[in-house]
C-alpha cells in the first residue's frame, strides 16, 4: 500500500470515526498495563496516534503524551480534542522534529501497514526513541498472510493492505535489532479474535 494511499485513507476515516474511537475503551486494561511498568508520570511516544484517542487515555493515567501520525487530518483532530498531549504531523522513518527519547513507544495498530521486509529497519528506528530500559509495545495482527480489501476514498477505491504476522518472527526481529523479548500483553477477547496481539519488548539498561 502506497503511504500516500495510507494518508488519503486516514485523513478520510479519521475525522469521520473518532467519536467511535473516543468512546472505545477496549484497550484501556492494556494501556494500564503497560504504564504501570514505566514508572510514575512516564513520557510516551504514541506511534500512529489517529485521532489521539488512545494518547488521552495514556494521558488521563498520567504519562506525558506524544503523538505522531502521517495523517495531517487525524493529527488536527487528536489536538483539538486531547490538548493535554502534543501531536506532530510525522513519519516516524523520517522524523523532522528533534523528539528525544522516551520511556515507552506505543505502538497501537501502526506497525500492520509495514511488509516484513520493511519491519527491520522500523525496530532500528523505534530503538532510537527509547531510553534505555524502556519499554516497546506492538499491538499487531497475527497471521501468514496479508489481509486486503479495497475500500473506497472519496471517488475511488484503494487498495488496502494489513501484513500480519507471527510471535516468532517478530520476537527474532525485534531481538536483532537489539531489544530484549519482555512478555505477551493479554488483550481483550474480542481483540483476539480479530488475531490481534500484544507484544512487549525492552531495551538493556
Known amino acids: 500500500m502506497k503511504k500516500s494511499d495510507i494518508i488519503r485513507y486516514y485523513d478520510d476515516i479519521g475525522p469521520a470515526t473518532a467519536d ?44 506525558e503524551v506524544t503523538g505522531i501520525d502521517i495523517s495531517p487530518a487525524c493529527v488536527a483532530v487528536a489536538a483539538e480534542r486531547t490538548p493535554e498531549a502534543v501531536f506532530h504531523v510525522m513519519d516516524f522513518m523520517d522524523p523532522r522534529e528533534g523528539l528525544g527519547t522516551f520511556d ?12 516484513m521486509e520493511e519491519l527491520p529497519a522500523a ?30 476514498v472519496g471517488d475511488s477505491r484503494i487498495r488496502r493492505t494489513i501484513y500480519r504476522v507471527t510471535e516468532a518472527a517478530v520476537r527474532e526481529l525485534f531481538t536483532q535489532a537489539g531489544f530484549e523479548w519482555n512478555t505477551r500483553l493479554c488483550l481483550d477477547a474480542s481483540l483476539s479474535r480479530d488475531h490481534w496481539a500484544g507484544f512487549l519488548f525492552q531495551l538493556p539498561e
Not at 21 to 39: E, H, K, Q
Not at 48 to 59: D, I, P, Y
Not at 104 to 115: D, E, K, N, R, T
Request: proline share 8%; hydrophobic share 40%.
Open 104 to 115: 515507552g513507544v506505543f505502538a497501537g495498530g501502526s506497525l500492520i501497514h509495514m511488509p
Open 20 to 63: 467511535e474511537w473516543y468512546a472505545n475503551t477496549v484497550l484501556l486494561p492494556v494501556i494500564r498495563d503497560f504504564i504501570s511498568r514505566l514508572g510514575p508520570s512516564p513520557r510516551i511516544l504514541d506511534l500512529g496516534c489517529g485521532t489521539g484517542h488512545e494518547s488521552k487515555r495514556m494521558a488521563a493515567e498520567g504519562a
Open 123 to 152: 525496530a532500528e528506528k523505534i530503538r532510537s526513541f527509547i531510553s534505555p530500559g524502556g519499554l516497546f509495545l506492538a499491538i499487531m495482527q497475527e497471521g501468514l498472510d496479508p489481509r486486503v480489501h479495497f475500500p473506497r
